[in-house]
C-alpha cells in the first residue's frame, strides 16, 4: 500500500475565506466557481477554523470582488484572511493510496476505489449521510468515464466529497495532470 500524488500544478492563493459551516463554505465555493474566479476547497489547520472544517482558498486581489458577489448572492462567510509565508498550511482534502491492482481516493471521508486497468469503481465508502447507499449502488461496477458524477446524484456534503475524489479518480486514471 503507497500513497501517491498525482502529478499536477496546485493551485496555491495568498488568501482564505472562514465559513460558520460547511453548508456557507459549498455556497460560496459554488458562487465563486460560477463566476469564475479561482478557489479551492481547503480543511485549514485547526488554528485557523471557526466552527467549520472547511475553508476557501483564494486570492487575495480577488477579494473585493468576492466579497460583493457573496453580498449579492447571500452567502455568508465568518471573514477573509491573508496568508502569510509563515501562515501553517491549508490541508489538501484529497489523498491518494494505491493498492497495486486498485487506487483508492479519498476527501474528507468519502471513498471510491477503482480497478487501475478498467476503470472499474469497485467501492465507495465512508462518510454518514443517507444517500450513500444510493451512490454507491447508481456508481459500483461502471466505468470511471461512463459513471455518474455524484454531485449529479445527491445533495450532502457526502456527495460533494465524494464528487472530489470522483474527480481526481477521472485524473489518476486518464494519466493527465490536473492544474
Not at 457573496?70 to 484572511?81: G, S
Not at 496568508?83 to 491549508?90: E, R
Not at 446524484?153 to 474527480?167: H, I, N
Request: aromatic share 8%; proline share 6%; charged share 25%.
Amino acid at each position: 500500500m503507497e500513497n501517491v500524488k498525482p502529478d499536477r500544478i496546485k493551485f496555491t492563493g495568498d488568501g482564505i475565506i472562514i465559513f460558520h459551516d460547511v453548508a456557507g463554505a459549498m455556497k460560496g465555493e459554488r458562487t465563486i466557481r460560477a463566476s469564475d474566479h479561482e478557489v479551492k476547497l481547503v480543511a485549514p489547520p485547526p488554528e485557523l477554523r471557526m466552527g467549520c472544517d472547511l475553508a476557501l482558498e483564494f486570492n487575495l486581489v480577488e477579494q473585493a470582488g468576492i466579497e460583493r458577489l457573496f453580498k449579492e448572492k447571500d452567502v455568508p462567510f465568518v471573514r477573509f484572511l491573508p496568508l502569510s509565508k509563515n501562515a501553517p498550511q491549508m490541508c489538501d482534502i484529497v489523498k491518494v493510496t494505491d493498492f497495486g491492482k486498485w487506487v483508492m481516493v479519498k476527501a474528507g471521508n468519502m471513498k471510491i476505489s477503482f480497478e487501475k486497468d478498467s476503470g472499474i469503481i469497485v467501492n465507495i465508502s465512508g462518510g454518514g449521510c443517507p444517500d450513500i447507499p444510493y451512490l454507491n449502488a447508481e456508481m459500483v461496477d461502471k466505468a470511471l468515464t461512463l459513471a455518474p458524477h455524484p454531485n449529479e446524484l445527491g445533495y450532502t456534503l457526502c456527495a460533494t466529497m465524494l464528487e472530489r475524489a470522483y474527480e481526481e479518480a477521472l485524473v489518476i486514471f486518464s494519466g493527465g495532470s490536473r492544474s
